[in-house]
Every structure is written in structure tokens, then in C-alpha cells.
């Protein structure tokens, strides 16, 4: 669905919405005005009647008696009307106020989930393309051995990268819907890390990796899981910097926790999306005018596999430029 028939929709139902909220809340307002009239009236009456029985009865005792009873049942009355309205009146503006909340939350996963969809098939088509392209070039040409390794280097890449993201898409569905059966297992991360650094240096060989390994760094977890949490880092570094600069990622341990941080050097994150970045689908700028690939699900998946791990993960600012993904595993 086009993102300007989202945006018609919700400013459909949002006016709706108001137009229901006002109609009940001014139904309740007009409900209380004719009760507070009833109970005039009613007063009155019982006022007009007691002076009829006091001019016939002339007991001044009896009169003011019978006077003050009928003024504290209106006083009373005035108060449950009051009162009752009063709680009406909350539960309709929470009952509104949840309603709407959700009503939006709806149509932005929505959004989000068709910007995913588009997203993921873009991913999908493009490795495919190249794949096939290539394929076809070695069937059709007679190529020497050196082109043929270069086009088959490329696949390779394509192929990783196809992996990847049908690895990010199985593993937060089953992570979702709790059929991810976790492996705890003593392990060492700073060689995870150091693996991981250097299949992303055959993957960009045109980029500049950075490392500061702490050696001896164990940790008790899922190794597919930290894995992908290490590559998610790493490919959000690689994929939102200059080429021209570095990717840094540093290990080691301090006061009793194991610190994994990611650096890189591109435009960085503001404050008031430091957050954001880590819900699902959010992806950082206009989805029109992205040029970045991505699902957003990279850093979600991070959010969730720390957590998983009993672990924190946030980001910060690079100086003087760029972001820092830090994640801090309690030993």
C-alpha cells in the first residue's frame, strides 16, 4: 500500500475517532446537565410541598427539620451525579486514549511491515540477479581462469550475503514465537570476534578492519546467536561509513564485565533515535529517499540476542564522528 493511502486512512480514522469521542463525551455532559435539572426540580417540589403541609401544620420545628433533609438529599444527590460522571468521564479518556495509541501503533507496524516486505525483496532480488548474470556469462562465454575466479568470487559474496539475511529473518522469527532452542556453551568470544573480522575482510577487501582483542574472554552462550549479533555489528558499521574509513571493533574485560564494541566513522545517530534503532523495522531517514539496503531488523535482532544473553546493549557517539554499538556481558 502506497505510504500517501496509509497517511489518507489514518487521517480517516483518526477523524472518526475524535468525532466518536467528542459525540460520547458530549452525550455524557448532557446527561449530567439533565440529572442536576431533575434533581432542581425535584427539589422544588419537595420544598413547594412542605410549605403547603407547614402553613396548614404551623410546627416551625418540623418545617426547618424537613427543610434541611431535603437540602442534604439534593447536596447528596448533586455529589453522586458529580462523582459518577466524574469516573465515566476517566474511563472514557483512558479507554480513548488506549484505543487510539493502539489504533496508530497498528498503522505504523503496518507501514513498517510493508516497508520490510519491500526491503527484503529488494534484498532478495539482488543477489539472485547477480548470481544468475553470472552464471549465464560463464555458460555462454569461453572465460579465462582469472575472470572466471573474479565472477565466482563475486557469487560468493552475493551467496554470504543472501545467507545472511535469510539468517537474520529465521532466527528473529523463531526467537518471536520461542521455537529457538538455546545452546549455552563456555566459549571464547575474542575468537568468535576474530573470525568474524576476518571472513567481513574477504567479504570487503576494499575495507580497512581495526581490532583490540583481549585474549582469554569467555563467555557462557549460543554460539550461532552471538555470532550473528557480532556480524549484525560489523555489517551495520560497514554499511552506514565511508568506504575510506575504518571499522573498529574492540574487546575486553573491566571491573567484572566483558565489554564487545563496534566503531565506525560515518554520520552517526541522534539522540532522540539512539533508542529507536533498536525496535523492529525502524530504520534510521525517509523510506523513500534511502539509499542504504537494510531490513531493520539487524539491530533489533542485536537488542534481542543481548538481552537473551543477560547482557546491554547501547550507542553512543564517536569522536569526532560517527557511533559506537557497545555491548556489555555481565560475568
Known amino acids: 500500500m502506497p505510504k500517501k493511502d496509509v497517511r489518507r486512512k489514518l487521517r480517516q ?5 475524535w468525532t466518536l ?3 460520547i463525551v458530549a452525550a455524557l455532559v448532557w446527561w449530567f446537565i439533565t440529572l442536576e435539572k431533575q434533581n432542581d426540580m425535584m427539589k422544588d417540589l419537595r420544598v413547594s410541598q412542605l410549605r403547603t403541609i407547614a402553613d396548614s401544620t404551623t410546627v416551625p420545628a418540623l418545617y426547618a427539620s424537613e427543610l434541611q433533609k431535603i437540602k442534604r438529599d439534593h447536596s447528596k444527590n448533586d455529589a453522586k451525579y458529580l462523582g459518577e460522571g466524574s469516573i465515566f ?4 479518556c483512558v479507554g480513548a486514549g488506549l484505543v487510539y495509541r ?4 497498528q498503522f505504523y507496524m503496518q507501514q513498517q511491515q510493508q516497508n520490510f516486505m519491500m526491503a527484503v525483496t529488494h534484498e532478495l532480488k539482488t543477489p539472485i540477479s547477480v548470481v544468475r548474470l553470472n552464471l549465464e556469462t560463464i555458460q555462454k562465454y569461453s572465460l579465462d581462469a582469472e575472470k572466471q575466479k573474479k565472477l565466482i568470487g563475486v557469487m560468493l559474496k552475493e551467496t554470504s550475503r543472501l545467507n545472511f539475511l535469510t539468517n537474520n529473518i529465521l532466527v528473529a522469527s523463531q526467537l518471536e514465537g520461542g521455537g529457538y532452542k538455546f545452546a549455552k556453551e563456555e566459549m571464547d568470544l575474542s575468537d568468535m570476534l576474530k573470525d568474524c573480522i576476518q571472513d567481513f575482510r574477504a567479504r570487503f577487501p576494499e575495507r580497512v578492519f581495526k581490532s583490540e582483542i583481549q585474549q582469554g574472554t569467555d563467555v557462557k552462550g549460543d554460539p550461532l546467536l552471538l555470532q550473528i549479533l557480532i556480524n549484525n555489528l560489523l555489517e551495520n558499521a560497514v554499511k552506514y561509513s565511508p568506504r575510506e574509513t575504518p571499522v573498529t571493533a574492540v574487546l575486553e574485560k573491566e571491573n567484572g564485565l566483558l565489554l564487545l564494541s563496534i566503531a565506525d566513522e560515518g554520520p552517526g545517530i541522534n539522540d532522540d533515535e539512539k533508542k529507536k534503532v533498536f525496535s523492529k523495522f525502524y530504520r534510521i531517514g525517509n523510506e523513500a529517499t534511502r539509499k542504504t539496503q537494510g531490513t531493520g531488523l539487524g539491530l533489533y ?11 546491554d546493549i547501547l550507542v553512543t557517539n564517536n569522536i569526532p564522528r560517527g557511533s559506537i554499538f557497545t555491548v556489555t556481558f555481565k560475568l
Not at 480514522?13 to 475517532?17: F, G, N, P, S, V
Not at 468521564?89 to 472514557?92: A, D, E, H, M, Y
Open 89 to 92: 468521564l476517566l474511563l472514557i
Open 301 to 311: 535482532l542485536c537488542n534481542k540476542i543481548a538481552r537473551d544473553h543477560n547482557a
Open 102 to 105: 493502539y489504533v496508530r501503533r
Open 21 to 23: 469521542l467528542i459525540y
Open 13 to 17: 480514522a483518526t477523524i472518526l475517532y
